[in-house]
């Protein structure tokens, strides 16, 4: 059996995403609402690019292979 897909909730976004970066995991996606709308900070936005702003409901998307992983702030 393969693990393929998961959610986790994190109030550590940002360490999370660096975390599965450093095991080999590429960022597909991240959404947050801004301003009363979801949009999107999808590479090749870096952290630096919205750090500021007050996004709130944040979650990323990772993939490596074949293994999908989504994870959001929360507790």
Do not use: S
Request: net charge negative; aromatic share 14%.
């Amino acid at each position: 059996m393969q693990l393929f897909h998961y959610h986790w909730w994190t109030p550590k976004v940002e360490e999370m995403e660096k975390a599965y970066h450093d095991l080999g995991f590429e960022t597909v996606q991240r959404v947050g609402r801004l301003n009363g709308e979801m949009q999107t900070f999808t590479p090749p936005m870096e952290w630096e690019d919205f750090r500021e702003k007050d996004i709130t409901f944040r979650i990323i998307e990772m993939v490596k292979g074949q293994t999908n992983i989504t994870f959001g702030h929360g507790k």
